[in-house]
């Protein structure tokens, strides 16, 4: 069985310009959550979905970041503008139920210059 | 949401046992503990879980005191290739929200 993909794996652009990330979840599962890991921080939650619905946000830095899940097989995770200071790797993750591990993708590294 | 402590960094050489133990003194009742392993450039993956005693599978063991304060990871027998960082986290089973320290990252010598 496919595990969760994002894309693009690697995404370099210049500040301001729009970036959007990518994820397939597992097929299945009905919770999605973005991350954002850098060294400084850590792994960061910014948003989760249930069944589609955003849960969580709390964890979204500024207006600048938005996600949306349009179907149980598809989300995205748009900055604009982007800035420097987005530069980080990002994940997906998908899991079935509540108290179930989370399947992660393996990321998406992006750069801002 | 229960915080977790655990050791920055640990060393250790192949064919060694490596135990890693981490810290969650506000774990409420229901709450469950998992282990995760992560690789240079690819996402965290899930090791193993328990809620109390030890649990053990294929790769590693998980021991769990009965105060649940605390939780001890085992890797039997390490290889380079078990180099990574590992992440204890806390989950709670109504929620799904983790926080994520900064793990232990293990270092395997030939």
């Known amino acids: 069985d496919a595990g969760v993909i994002q894309s693009p794996r690697h995404e370099v652009t210049e500040m301001g310009q729009e970036v959007t990330l990518r994820c397939k979840p597992i097929s299945g599962h009905d919770y999605l959550f973005w991350y954002r890991q850098t060294m400084m921080r850590g792994l960061e939650l910014l948003i989760y979905?249930?069944?589609?619905?955003?849960?969580?946000d709390s964890g979204m830095p500024e207006d600048r970041f938005s996600a949306k899940m349009p179907n149980a097989s598809f989300s995205t995770l748009k900055i604009q503008p982007s800035e420097p200071r987005d530069s980080a790797v990002y994940f997906c993750?998908?899991?079935f139920g509540t108290g179930r591990p989370q399947h992660f993708g393996d990321g998406t590294r992006l750069s801002i210059l | 949401l229960a915080k977790t402590t655990q050791p920055i960094s640990m060393d250790s050489y192949e064919g060694q046992e490596v135990n890693i133990t981490c810290s969650h003194n506000n774990i409420a009742t229901n709450d469950y503990i998992t282990w995760y392993q992560q690789f240079p450039s690819q996402g965290p993956r899930f090791i193993i879980q328990?809620?109390?005693?030890?649990v053990t599978n294929e790769v590693a063991s998980l021991f769990i005191p009965a105060d649940r304060k605390s939780s001890t990871l085992s890797l039997p027998r390490v290889s380079l290739s078990d180099t990574a960082v590992y992440y204890c986290?806390?989950?709670?089973?109504?929620?799904?929200?983790?926080?994520w320290g900064l793990g232990t990252s293990l270092a395997v010598n030939p």
């Open positions: 993750a998908s899991s």
């Open positions: 979905f249930n069944n589609n619905v955003p849960i969580d």
């Open positions: 328990g809620y109390k005693t030890k």
């Open positions: 986290l806390v989950l709670p089973p109504e929620g799904r929200k983790l926080i």
